[in-house]
Every structure is written in C-alpha cells, then in structure tokens.
C-alpha cells in the first residue's frame, strides 16, 4: 500500500541549484512546496563547483556565452533574474561576495558550503518541505500530479517543475532522469555530449609537463583551420589537457572527431606578449648573459619542466649557450611558445563534464518555462537545452531559469484556487 504524503501546490524534482532556486521562489509566492532529491541532502553539486569555492556568477552575462539551439530563449529569463539580481539575493540571505579576475563572483569565505547553508537555511525559511532519498519512480500527470518513488512513498501536486540536470558528474546523481520522463511526455531531446570536460591528448609527452598551470589562449583547429577559441586558464595532467579554457572547447571537438578529422589544440603560453616583444625578450636576455645556457633562460620564462620539450622541438643542445642561437633558433622558441601544439583524441567520459550540452529543446517550452506538451509541466536549469561557458555562466543559468520556473509554477498553481 502507497505512503501518502500531503498535497503541496508545486512540487520540484531536483535538489541542485536550479531546484532549490525554483523551490524558494514558489515558496515566496505563497506556494505549498516540497523538493524532492534522490541524494541524501540537497545542494551537492553546488559543492563542488568552482573548485569548491562556487563561482556564484559572473559581473557579465553576455548571450553570446551561451550554446544551444536558441539560445536567444534565454535572453528574457536573464533579464527577469540576471547577475545583478543574483548578486542582491545571495547578498540577501546573508553571502557576502567577492569579484575576482574575468568578473568572476564568490563568497568571500572561498567555500561553496557557505552557499548551499545560506540556501538550506532559506529553504527552511519559506516551509519548504525537503525529501531526500526519494527516486522518482512514477511521474503520472493530472489535477492533481502523481508522484512516487521506488520504496512507493507518494505525492501530489498540482504542478511539478524538473531541475534534474543533465547527465555530467553522475557522482552527485545527474543521471538524465528528467530527461527520460520529458522524452516519455513527447518532448524532443536535443543529443547529450560532455561540453565542459578535460581533453585527452594523442601526445604521450603531456605526462612529463602534467601538473603544470598557465594562463593561455588555447585554439582548436580541425585539418590546420580554426573552428573556435578560448582565454583562461589550462592545467596539463598525464592523459591530456584540461582547465576551463581547454574544458571550454570540448563542445566542438566530439563532432570533428567522428566526422573524421584531425583535430588539435594551438596554445599561446604567453598571450599578453606578441610574438615581437617575446622575441625582445630572449634577446634582451640573452644579451645580459651570453654565456647562459639556453635551458637555463628559459626556466626563467617558463616553468622549468616544459623547457626540455621546448628546447627538443627546437633542437637545441641541452648545453647550448644562449649567445650561440642563431635568429632563426630563436624564432623557432618564439613560435613553440606563442603556438604549442598538442593533437587531440578525444573527450574525457560524461562522468567527469562539469556540464552537458543538450537537452529538452527550448522550442517546446514557454517563457515561463512550462511545457508546451504537458501543462502544468516546468522545467528550469541543464535539463534545458541551454548551457554556458565556464566563468559561473552555467550557475547563472541555474538561478535565473530556477526563479522563473518556481515564480511561474506558483502562480499557476494559485490561480487553480
């Protein structure tokens, strides 16, 4: 026999940001809510975001940061909920934040559990009934909703938003749930690929430099032409290459792989000297001390463990003096430099993407995010076909969709009374 809890206005399918972002908003518009999570606390992902130290957003939010199939879609839930207003609310509930490189914004204590606190506590706040371990089983619309999970405990609602994500870090319990129930209802799920995950690399030498963080200008090129760029910062580990600047690039890499071309990654390890000024330099070196092995003025450029490949690909002696390089060797430095090239052969799995691109279109979902197909039906956050560069974009996304959502299902649900 079915465990039956109590009716709630909006129930919400989904404790990660954009869930609990939706439940709060329903709650403060005078909703019954419940928020129903598979983990054992709501809030998990958040915890690991931004090297656990949550880049809450960022001072920007330009459209153009966004991928999708329409990411225009977007363009009036940001301006309903954008960062400033993200900003004023976390500020609100007691997150005093910070502006880091890039327009990067984070709690000032670096810990992304000061969030997901200031967002439990919120959560209690406003009622929200919170039900943890509960896998949804049974997802059957009506007036009312039904809903059950795998032990048979049950609920009713009278809307039901799905914040299920999409299927990156399964780890925190994105397992593309959502998704299955939305493709059950009819609706058309755009292709689920990894978009912000670490690149592994046809060069065996990555192992001998892993570890080592620059800031760079990284390029994709497929058959020796540019498909796409990023700036930011990348980390070299023993498979490849990762870092949200070589992260940010993953999207476009999959589809030139199985299309069958070669693609590779162009680097610029120092992108804020032009060719000419990096060549000044090592000469200016060079100068101050001729008798200076070449290896030696290097490591004061770069870190130490990338000159023995530098000077490999230049064909240096490792005890080569300085003054002894030709301008053609030096010219060579130069471009190993402002362009390293490392051949790419795929993407790392969906289990370590910080974010899936893909998901319900947008197409059939209205701007206040519920369903087209299935009323009383909303959607808000990855489980979207709406995602974001890394820079706190996805986060912003997660707020903005979670608060449009929670606002609409409430007032849907009242208006029923």
Known sequence: ??????????????????????????????????????????GRKILATGNGRCNITNRNIPISRYHGSDITFAEPIFADFGSH??????????????????????????????VVNALRAELTKYDVTIHTGFTVKRLEPGEPWHISDENGKQI?????????????????????????????????????????????????????????????????LADGKLIASRDGDILFTHYGISGPAAMGLAREVDPLLIAGRKAELSIDMMPDLTAEKLDETIVGLAAADGKKAVKTLLA????????????????????????????????DIVSTIKDFRLGISKVRPLKEAQVTAGGITTSEVTPNLESKIVPGL???????????????FNLQWAWSSGKVAGEAAARGAISLF
């Open 85 to 114: 207003e993200t900003i004023e609310f976390f500020e609100s509930i007691g997150v005093l934040l910070k502006e880091e490189d890039r327009g990067r914004i984070f709690p000032r204590t670096d810990q992304a559990s000061t």
């Open 1 to 42: 026999m079915l465990k039956t809890y109590k009716h709630y206005n909006v129930a919400v399918v989904g404790g990660g940001p954009a869930g609990i972002m939706a439940a709060i908003f329903a709650a403060r518009a005078d909703a019954s809510v419940v928020l129903l999570e598979k983990n054992e606390a709501v």
């Open 156 to 220: 009713t609602a009278d809307k039901v938003i799905l914040t299920t994500g999409g299927k990156a870090a399964h780890q925190f319990g994105s397992s593309g749930d959502g998704l299955f129930w939305a493709k059950n209802f009819g609706h058309e799920i755009v292709p689920i690929h990894a978009a912000l995950v670490p690149l592994e690399t046809t060069d065996d030498f990555v192992k001998d430099i892993m570890g080592i963080r620059l800031v760079a200008h990284v390029s994709l």
């Open 300 to 331: 004061g450029v770069l870190p130490k463990k990338l000159v023995p490949h530098i000077l490999a690909t230049c064909r240096i002696k490792d005890n080569q003096k300085a003054a002894e390089i030709s301008k053609s060797v030096r010219q």
């Open 378 to 392: 909303y959607f808000a956050g990855e489980i979207l076909d709406i995602d974001g560069d890394s820079g706190g």
